[in-house]
């Protein structure tokens, strides 16, 4: 039950976070460095923007759970 409720909450985070990231970082931003990474079409570009979003969603939604994992740990 622990394990199922653990990827949930996960699950959720990763989508809140992906959410906040669209809207926090200007898209200009993942523009720049997709132009680093000489990603040039539009499907390109719009495919690398996804993708980094939801990465670092990922990494951020991990880094969340290890934080929280420390708050509840039972004495």
Do not use: Q
Not at 10 to 30: G, W, Y
């Amino acid at each position: 039950m622990r394990l199922i409720l653990t990827i949930f909450l996960f699950v959720f985070c990763a989508i809140a976070i992906s959410k906040a990231i669209a809207v926090i970082v200007p898209v200009t931003f993942f523009y720049a460095v997709a132009g680093f990474f000489n990603i040039n079409s539009d499907e390109a570009i719009i495919d690398f923007v996804l993708s980094a979003n939801i990465i670092i969603s990922i990494i951020m939604s991990v880094a969340l759970l290890w934080v929280l994992k420390g708050f509840f740990k039972k004495p």
